[in-house]
């Protein structure tokens, strides 16, 4: 990765690169929306597969007609499967007006490198933030990230990202978001848990988010205002934590059978709002991988740094240190150091489990982790909280295994939301489980 900094008046310089390395690293929880259709193209081929229309065996006529336009171009022939690492870069774009081509000269709103490991069965996901303030290749200059695809598409982005951070794509996925409104309609609406009330109202944005508190099945325009809401008190990072539960909730009604008669549909969705240079042989062998992987188990970050304002224009400046670290050890998948001594771990809970709480203490001592710090509070979701290094996915998987509570809960990275003690881990557990 490129080493840079930013002068007193936020402008990005470049300084010769250095070896330094962090003890921490900082990294949030952002399953982004474009993970949403990413995800959904993949459970149309397997279930696909499952049902009466032969795609992976046969690779039929049928589905290959209507992802025709999804690998616009490139031969739909059979070529090397997964024998290797891929890094994938996934990019989601906004509406530009125009109908004819949904993608020209559009901004990259969701931008998240995927390296997929066929070897160690593994998925890792760093998202840049959209914000960045970086160099756009080929002499386009100081902008926001996000620019990069406007100015020359996928393969722009691609390359910025390489002088960046250091990062070779593969392949690229790009999806525009009137997938999302489109797929919800498709299927009937998707259940979520709603964490509070959420009312906004932006005419010229053409939004009006209305929502209640509490479990329910959201249609596309609820399901949308859900995933852009972002006023509140953690802004992007609260909209990105939203999108991680609305995936949880997509995989849900995607794994119903009432599912199987609408695969049709949501493949001519994808057809219509899915650009890739990955041919269909490559996009099926990938479904089959992601066919092993568990969704708990898909370690995601987000590129740390801080907000700067530039006259009218806000950007994001990255943490390069931090930023290295990230990239090293979910993309390089570099080793972790195991910590000398207990992970320590606090206990988050609601009111009326006390008991059940002071057993799971009991538990988690007595399997050798150090409960620092144990507490009352209303958390929406069930969820392991990581914090260090230390905090890994295979610990967290101890703890699904001696803790039945958290059998399904989601594995998430998170350094700085410390809820009870400056701890390795943090246990939450909502009042319905979900």
Request: with cysteine; proline share 5%.
């Amino acid at each position: 990765m490129q080493n840079n900094n930013y002068n007193n008046d936020g402008n990005l310089f470049r300084k010769p690169a250095r070896n330094k390395r962090s003890k921490n690293f900082a990294f949030i929880w952002s399953i982004t929306t474009i993970a949403i259709c990413i995800l959904i193209s993949f459970v149309i081929l397997l279930a696909a597969s499952a049902s009466n229309i032969p795609v992976i065996s046969d690779i039929s006529n049928f589905v290959q007609q209507k992802l025709s336009n999804v690998v616009g171009g490139v031969r739909l022939t059979p070529g090397l499967p997964f024998i290797s690492r891929q890094n994938i870069l996934l990019l989601g774009v906004d509406s530009n007006g125009d109908k004819t081509d949904p993608f020209k000269g559009t901004r990259s709103d969701t931008i998240m490198v995927l390296s997929v490991d066929p070897y160690s069965k593994s998925v890792n996901a760093v998202s840049i933030p959209r914000d960045s303030k970086v160099y756009i290749s080929d002499n386009h200059g100081l902008d926001k990230i996000n620019a990069a695809h406007a100015y020359g598409g996928p393969e722009l982005t691609m390359k910025t990202i390489k002088e960046m951070l250091g990062i070779n794509t593969n392949h690229y996925i790009a999806v525009n978001y009137e997938c999302i409104k489109e797929v919800v309609d498709a299927v009937g609406g998707i259940p979520v848990k709603v964490e509070k009330r959420m009312r906004y109202r932006d005419r010229a944005g053409h939004l009006n988010i209305d929502l209640y508190p509490g479990y329910q099945t959201l249609n596309a325009e609820e399901a949308v205002g859900y995933l852009r809401y972002r006023h509140d008190a953690i802004g992007d990072i609260g909209r990105m934590q939203r999108q991680q539960w609305f995936v949880r909730g997509i995989v849900k009604k995607l794994q119903s059978p009432e599912i199987i008669p609408k695969i049709p549909q949501l493949i001519q969705v994808a057809s219509k709002y899915i650009r890739t240079d990955m041919n269909f042989y490559d996009l099926t062998q990938l479904a089959l991988f992601a066919k092993s992987i568990d969704l708990a188990d898909v370690q995601t970050a987000t590129l740390p740094g801080r907000p700067s304002s530039h006259g009218h224009i806000s950007y994001w400046l990255l943490d390069t240190e931090k930023s290295q670290e990230i990239i090293d050890r979910l993309i390089y998948r570099n080793e972790i150091p195991k910590k000398d001594g207990e992970l320590t771990v606090s206990l988050i809970y609601p009111r009326g489990f006390e008991t059940q709480a002071d057993e799971m203490k009991a538990v988690l001592t007595q399997a050798g982790y150090d409960v620092i710090c144990n507490r009352p509070s209303r958390e929406p979701h069930t969820e392991i909280l990581a914090h260090t290094s230390y905090a890994t996915i295979a610990a967290a998987k101890a703890f699904r295994t001696t803790l039945p509570e958290f059998k399904k809960a989601q594995f998430i990275l998170a350094p700085n939301n410390y809820l009870c003690g400056e701890s390795d881990f943090t246990l939450v557990i909502s009042d319905d489980m979900n």
